[in-house]
């Protein structure tokens, strides 16, 4: 059991925007930054938001990060066939702890 | 160009020990706060323990606490993670992973390592 929760899967279809919601309380989402990572299988994962809504550079403005209350998105537009991949959320907790999300599995359909 | 090279993942009966290492370049360590974060085979991603950079204050899951060490040689830019009582449930790909952001641990972590993997059984 995650201490972030994330839907187990989403899907959509080429050129289409698709979001990913992550869900925490007020001791991580709710008063820490929000960070998002793609993992594609085989691979380490990679780090596409941080700090809430910054990209590393590389990283393809399509991604975009926000947040509001207790609660986080990842944003994808224009989807494309090799983004499908796991997706994470994590984020810093007052606990003195990193914690993560379980996963999003994206299907591009 | 920042590199994380990880080492000495292996198979360890349960209640043994394995001492992983991770040789940091590219970057200045020890201005940055360095985690392990592991993964199942299967599983999602679990952070295991962070160390900050120049106070080495640490930090640790329950699941690992008392058991994990993590420490840090910044005169070696190395990374290091002692793991005593072994589980099964611990086995998985240890990943050495580098915080985005100078000084603080933020869970952003913008390099990671390939990956070592560590095996529990008998």
């Known amino acids: 059991q995650s201490v972030l929760s994330q839907p187990p899967s989403a899907s959509g279809t080429p050129g289409q925007r698709v979001t990913i919601s992550c869900s925490g309380s007020?001791?991580?989402?709710?008063?820490?930054?929000v960070n998002w990572y793609q993992q594609l299988p085989g691979t380490a994962p990679r780090l596409l938001i941080y700090?809430?809504?910054q990209r590393p550079s590389g990283v393809p403005d399509r991604f975009s990060g926000s947040k509001s209350g207790t609660s986080a998105s990842l944003a994808i537009s224009g989807l494309q066939s090799d983004d499908e991949a796991e997706y994470y959320c994590?984020?810093?907790?007052?606990?003195?702890?990193?914690?993560f999300g379980g996963g999003t599995k994206l299907t591009v359909l | 160009e920042v590199q994380l090279l990880e080492s000495g993942g292996g198979l360890v009966q349960p209640g043994g020990s394995l001492r992983l290492s991770c040789a940091a370049s590219?970057?200045?360590?020890?201005?940055?706060?360095m985690s392990w974060v592991r993964q199942s085979p299967g599983k999602g991603l679990e952070w295991v323990s962070a160390?900050?950079?120049?106070?080495?204050?640490?930090h640790y899951a329950d699941s690992v606490k008392g058991r994990f060490t993590i420490s840090r040689d910044n005169s070696k830019n190395t990374l290091y993670l002692q793991m005593n009582s072994l589980r099964a449930e611990d086995t998985a790909i240890y990943y050495c992973?580098?915080?985005?952001?100078?000084?603080?641990?933020?869970?952003?972590?913008?390099?990671w390592g390939q990956g070592t993997l560590v095996t529990v059984s008998s």
């Open positions: 992973v580098k915080d985005a952001i100078t000084l603080v641990i933020m869970g952003g972590f913008d390099y």
């Open positions: 590219g970057f200045s360590f020890s201005n940055y706060a």
């Open positions: 160390i900050s950079g120049l106070n080495g204050r640490t």
């Open positions: 007020s001791s991580n989402i709710g008063s820490n930054a």
């Open positions: 700090n809430n809504n």
């Open positions: 994590a984020a810093w907790d007052d606990t003195l702890i990193v914690v």
